[in-house]
């Protein structure tokens, strides 16, 4: 019976590539939390004005500043890294011609900022 390879618990310390798979695997579990932060947001709005107030200020607490900060920041490195896999996941041909990588992750860059700029007009009129 062969014995298995022991690792250390920094093995992915040891190469880029692998510590930038750990941290958007790390992403996940902030993704998560801030899921479950927008549900009870939502929860509370839809309790009512007063409950809503009640929740405002645990909004502005220094923990949650943060922490949405944090999320912010691996939803931002998991957007950068899922768009620079497209055109390993999806190559996209115009006949013989390939079209350039560049070119498919910025049309997916442009793409995200079209779309965030209606939702903040929807949400800011």
Do not use: C, N
């Not at 949650?64 to 497209?86: D, G």
């Amino acid at each position: 019976m062969p014995y298995p390879r022991q690792h250390s618990k920094t093995w992915f310390l040891k190469r880029a590539p692998y510590v930038l798979f750990v941290l958007r695997e790390l992403s996940a579990v902030f993704m998560a939390g801030y899921v479950v932060l927008v549900l009870v947001l939502v929860t509370k709005l839809h309790d009512g004005k007063g409950a809503y107030r009640s929740f405002e200020h645990t909004l502005k607490s220094p923990g949650l500043v943060i922490f949405t900060s944090v999320a912010l920041l691996f939803a931002l490195l998991h957007t950068a890294t899922w768009f620079q896999a497209v055109p390993k996941a999806l190559p996209v041909r115009r006949g013989e011609y390939k079209v350039p990588p560049p070119l498919l992750i910025g049309a997916h860059y442009v793409a995200m900022i079209a779309v965030s700029a209606i939702v903040l007009v929807i949400t800011l009129t």
